[in-house]
């Protein structure tokens, strides 16, 4: 009986203590999401920040360069001096921003890597370069240090490791006197440190990178939280040294992500040295969800322009109302001035100030200029006054800029008008894809901002093409290409490499050249450098189906009168507006609009009611394809093998067919045999196969195929492949 009292007793207590735990269980799910929340919310309060922080520090950066030019000559040079203090203090603040935006994006892991292989010698000593005129201001020795050891190359993200030593070198040289040394060493790691991750020692070979100084040092007690955000070294109102405690913690995150890690050794009045220790190749480090991340960046951003278009409250909206009615009062824009054959200029900004210096500036470049602060106000002076070209911010009240870029592209009557955007947020890919001529970043330059002018007039003033060249490999797409290109009245000359198109390029002086960046000679953005350097001046639409890098949209926008059309499923008619844009478009006036030649290449209804025959024997695929080609309202039927596809052409009519070569009963390579037998000669049939060994594509040409895809199929070239034929 007193077994069984005890007994019950710690049933009775273990019970409660289940509770108890359940209790604390439920407590800890409750907090998890609140700081999920949290977070979420310091995100978003940071992007919404970085915004209003870059609106008015646009307009600081670009009137403080333009008092410095001087242009009326009545400033002293003590006012040129406060002038260039203001611009740099600018440029200070900007670059703080930046700090804290990496942070927010390295914590949100958002970053994403562009892992290359470069020349390791090459790189570190144009690490060097960098900084050797700092060093020099300063009376610092500055010393390279390079283990002959060393293997050719590495691999890694070259901007975050720039980023990361030029954050140890500047504080190496910040905290170092006169007469001091900085040393900057690359060697071989033969010992990893006590800590060093399982990770970095499983990638075998590591690169150690060394940054040395004979500076202040840090204290003992304070290297445990030297690489922790918003921490500094002295954090006292009366430090010596400014900055704000970002770069080391930014710094050993981006490490992190490249595979390494990074450790600091320090004595105070003698000096520091950081050292980085990294994988040679750091490919594998960054595999998984770093790696998938442009994939998932890209399914995001399709969705964001709808989720911008969010209703507001009454109350937001009529208050907007009433600052829009100031802002174009206060703003005496062209409106009541314009005549027959003015340039103008539509600037749509909803920052005061920054709309008047786009106003001033436009007016100095010759154009007449509207401006509003809503983007349905924008739509409105579109139809109204037909501007010749269009400044556009992003966020804007009562209609943002996405949705305002996407019914103008949306609109035959207004889709050729040039879109310059110039935004606080960055979205440049995005932007470009929605079809933007152009996509800057707040704050912008006056060298950029005097260069976005210089090309507008340009693009309205050169609107005279008459001959283009066609750059592209596909023999399907190139025919294409001419076929559009005629239509317009234009003359098409064609090449598929590069070197046939550097003798067209020479001797038929093309007006306009498209040209496809995947050549089997030759990168595309090289044969468009050599282009650029022979100061033709001759316009480029960059026609491509590959996802540009930021790095490779860096080195195409440097070049004047150079537009980027990605192959997507708009990308026909977008290089419709592009060539159009060149040839005469931009050259009317608001009531004498041209009108399109009746045989314009429009894509999306050459695919709508077609009928296209599936050929596959895995339901997934077929269901997949399916789906994809009845949102596009195709009338789609399915044959599971070669044989049921040949009863099907025998018994009906079809204007494409997606061929897969791997099936049973007859597979497809006899199935196409029998349907050019037929007489199909031109039925469009495109195989679709995951075989994709060498030899497989010439097979399937030989057995009668119009063109190949190997699986897993990217569902938009294979549209734009579709159309390409359908068109054809």
Same mark, same amino acid.
């Given at each position: $009986?007193?077994?069984?009292?005890?007994?019950?007793?710690?049933? #009775?207590?273990?019970?409660?203590?289940?509770?108890?735990?359940?209790?604390?269980?439920?407590?800890?799910?409750?907090?998890?999401?609140?700081?999920?929340?949290?977070?979420?919310?310091?995100?978003?309060?940071?992007?919404?920040?970085?915004?209003?922080?870059?609106?008015?520090?646009?307009?600081?950066?670009?009137?403080?360069?333009?008092?410095?030019?001087?242009?009326?000559?009545?400033?002293?040079?003590?006012?040129?001096?406060?002038?260039?203090?203001?611009?740099?203090?600018?440029?200070?603040?900007?670059?703080?921003?930046?700090?804290?935006?990496?942070?927010?994006?390295?914590?949100?892991?958002?970053?994403?890597?562009?892992?290359?292989?470069?020349?390791?010698?090459?790189?570190?000593?144009?690490?060097?370069?960098?900084?050797?005129?700092?060093?020099?201001?300063?009376?610092?020795?500055?010393?390279?240090?390079?283990?002959?050891?060393?293997?050719?190359?590495?691999?890694?993200?070259?901007?975050?490791?720039?980023?990361?030593?030029?954050?140890?070198?500047?504080?190496?040289?910040?905290?170092?006197?006169?007469?001091?040394?900085?040393?900057?060493?690359?060697?071989?790691?033969?010992?990893?440190?006590?800590?060093?991750?399982?990770?970095?020692?499983?990638?075998?070979?590591?690169?150690?990178?060394?940054?040395?100084?004979?500076?202040?040092?840090?204290?003992?007690?304070?290297?445990?939280?030297?690489?922790? #955000?918003?921490?500094?070294?002295?954090?006292?109102?009366?430090?010596?040294?400014?900055?704000?405690?970002?770069?080391?913690?930014?710094?050993?995150?981006?490490?992190?992500?490249?595979?390494?890690?990074?450790?600091?050794?320090?004595?105070?009045? *003698?000096?520091?040295?950081?050292?980085?220790?990294?994988?040679?190749?750091?490919?594998?480090?960054?595999?998984?969800?770093?790696?998938?991340?442009?994939?998932?960046?890209?399914?995001?951003?399709?969705?964001?322009?709808?989720?911008?278009?969010? $209703?507001?409250?009454?109350?937001?909206?009529?208050?907007?109302? /009433?600052?829009?009615?100031?802002?174009?009062?206060?703003?005496?824009?062209?409106?009541?001035?314009?005549?027959?054959?003015?340039?103008?200029?539509?600037?749509?900004?909803?920052?005061?100030?920054?709309?008047?210096?786009?106003?001033?500036?436009?007016?100095?470049?010759?154009?007449?200029?509207?401006?509003?602060?809503?983007?349905? *106000?924008?739509?409105?002076?579109?139809?109204?006054?037909?501007?010749?070209?269009?400044?556009?911010?992003?966020?804007?009240?009562?209609?943002?800029?996405?949705?305002?870029?996407?019914?103008?592209?949306?609109?035959?009557?207004?889709?050729?008008?040039?879109?310059?955007?110039?935004?606080?947020?960055?979205?440049?890919?995005?932007?470009?894809?929605?079809?933007?001529?152009?996509?800057? /970043?707040?704050?912008?330059?006056?060298?950029?901002?005097?260069?976005?002018?210089?090309?507008?007039?340009?693009?309205?003033?050169?609107?005279?093409?008459?001959?283009?060249?066609?750059?592209?490999?596909? $023999?399907?797409?190139?025919?294409?290409?001419?076929?559009?290109?005629?239509?317009?009245?234009?003359?098409?000359?064609? #090449?598929?490499?590069?070197?046939?198109?550097?003798?067209?390029?020479?001797?038929?002086? %093309?007006?306009?050249?498209?040209?496809?960046?995947?050549?089997? +000679?030759?990168?595309?953005?090289?044969?468009?450098?050599?282009?650029?350097?022979?100061?033709?001046?001759?316009?480029?639409?960059?026609?491509?189906?590959?996802?540009?890098?930021?790095?490779?949209?860096?080195?195409?926008?440097?070049?004047?009168?150079?537009?980027?059309?990605?192959?997507?499923?708009?990308?026909?008619?977008?290089?419709?507006?592009?060539?159009?844009?060149?040839?005469? @478009?931009?050259?009317?006036?608001?009531? +004498?609009? %041209?009108?399109? %030649? %009746? !045989?314009?290449?429009?894509? $999306?209804?050459?695919?709508?009611?077609?009928?296209?025959?599936?050929?596959?024997? +895995?339901?997934?695929?077929?269901?997949?394809?399916?789906?994809?080609?009845?949102?596009?309202?195709?009338? /789609?039927?399915?044959?599971? &093998?070669?044989?049921?596809? /040949?009863?099907?052409?025998? &018994?009906?009519?079809?204007?494409?067919?997606? @061929?897969?070569? @791997?099936?049973?009963?007859?597979?497809?390579?006899? #199935?196409?045999? !029998?349907?050019?037998? @037929?007489?199909?000669?031109?039925?469009?049939?495109?195989?679709?196969?995951?075989?994709?060994?060498?030899?497989?594509?010439?097979?399937?040409?030989?057995?009668?195929?119009?063109?190949?895809?190997?699986?897993?199929?990217?569902?938009?070239?294979?549209?734009?492949?579709?159309?390409?034929?359908?068109?054809?």
């Amino acid at each position: $009986e007193e077994k069984a009292q005890q007994l019950e007793e710690q049933n #009775a207590y273990t019970i409660e203590k289940n509770a108890a735990l359940e209790q604390a269980q439920a407590a800890l799910v409750i907090k998890s999401e609140e700081l999920e929340k949290s977070g979420r919310y310091k995100s978003e309060f940071l992007a919404n920040m970085s915004h209003e922080l870059r609106t008015p520090l646009n307009s600081v950066i670009i009137l403080s360069k333009l008092l410095q030019s001087n242009k009326t000559g009545n400033l002293t040079e003590k006012q040129i001096e406060f002038s260039q203090i203001i611009n740099k203090s600018g440029e200070d603040l900007l670059s703080l921003i930046n700090e804290v935006l990496d942070l927010a994006k390295v914590e949100s892991g958002k970053i994403e890597l562009e892992i290359e292989s470069h020349n390791l010698r090459t790189y570190a000593e144009d690490s060097k370069k960098t900084f050797i005129a700092i060093a020099q201001d300063k009376g610092v020795d500055f010393v390279l240090n390079i283990d002959k050891s060393l293997p050719e190359t590495f691999t890694t993200d070259k901007q975050r490791l720039n980023q990361v030593l030029k954050n140890l070198l500047s504080n190496a040289f910040k905290f170092t006197d006169t007469e001091g040394t900085v040393t900057l060493e690359f060697k071989n790691s033969k010992t990893l440190p006590k800590f060093t991750s399982s990770a970095l020692i499983k990638s075998g070979h590591v690169l150690q990178i060394a940054v040395n100084d004979t500076g202040i040092g840090i204290a003992k007690e304070k290297l445990g939280s030297v690489f922790e #955000a918003f921490v500094q070294e002295d954090g006292t109102t009366q430090r010596k040294y400014g900055g704000t405690g970002l770069g080391l913690s930014i710094s050993k995150e981006l490490v992190r992500l490249l595979g390494g890690e990074i450790f600091v050794e320090s004595e105070v009045g *003698k000096g520091s040295t950081f050292t980085l220790f990294l994988p040679f190749d750091s490919s594998e480090a960054v595999k998984g969800p770093a790696s998938e991340k442009p994939n998932s960046k890209a399914k995001e951003t399709k969705a964001e322009p709808a989720k911008e278009e969010a $209703e507001q409250p009454i109350e937001t909206f009529v208050k907007e109302r /009433v600052l829009n009615e100031q802002l174009e009062a206060i703003i005496a824009d062209d409106r009541d001035q314009l005549q027959q054959d003015d340039k103008i200029l539509l600037v749509v900004e909803d920052d005061l100030q920054f709309a008047k210096v786009l106003l001033d500036q436009a007016r100095e470049n010759g154009f007449k200029v509207l401006v509003t602060d809503q983007g349905d *106000k924008a739509l409105e002076h579109v139809e109204e006054y037909r501007p010749n070209a269009i400044i556009l911010d992003m966020q804007l009240p009562v209609m943002d800029g996405w949705t305002v870029l996407k019914k103008l592209k949306g609109n035959k009557e207004h889709a050729h008008i040039p879109v310059h955007v110039i935004s606080g947020i960055d979205k440049t890919k995005l932007g470009l894809e929605m079809g933007a001529v152009e996509y800057l /970043v707040k704050p912008i330059s006056f060298e950029k901002l005097e260069q976005t002018f210089s090309n507008i007039s340009k693009t309205i003033a050169g609107s005279d093409v008459k001959k283009v060249l066609i750059i592209e490999d596909d $023999e399907s797409n190139n025919k294409a290409l001419q076929e559009m290109i005629k239509s317009k009245q234009l003359e098409a000359v064609a #090449a598929k490499n590069a070197k046939d198109a550097r003798e067209l390029f020479k001797n038929e002086h %093309p007006n306009l050249v498209v040209l496809d960046l995947g050549l089997p +000679d030759i990168d595309g953005i090289e044969l468009l450098d050599e282009f650029k350097l022979q100061k033709k001046e001759v316009p480029v639409i960059v026609f491509t189906g590959r996802e540009l890098t930021k790095k490779e949209l860096k080195q195409i926008e440097r070049h004047q009168d150079t537009s980027v059309v990605l192959k997507t499923t708009k990308s026909y008619d977008r290089l419709s507006e592009e060539t159009e844009l060149f040839m005469n @478009m931009l050259n009317s006036t608001q009531t +004498d609009y %041209p009108v399109l %030649p %009746p !045989k314009e290449f429009h894509s $999306e209804d050459i695919i709508k009611g077609k009928r296209i025959l599936i050929v596959d024997d +895995d339901m997934r695929n077929i269901y997949a394809l399916e789906t994809v080609l009845e949102e596009e309202q195709v009338e /789609v039927t399915v044959a599971t &093998n070669g044989a049921e596809a /040949v009863d099907e052409i025998k &018994n009906g009519e079809f204007d494409a067919v997606l @061929m897969d070569i @791997m099936m049973p009963v007859m597979d497809g390579y006899e #199935a196409t045999k !029998k349907i050019r037998e @037929m007489g199909r000669k031109d039925l469009p049939i495109i195989a679709l196969t995951a075989k994709a060994m060498k030899g497989d594509r010439e097979k399937c040409l030989e057995a009668g195929v119009s063109d190949y895809m190997s699986k897993p199929l990217d569902v938009e070239k294979l549209l734009s492949l579709l159309r390409v034929w359908l068109y054809k």
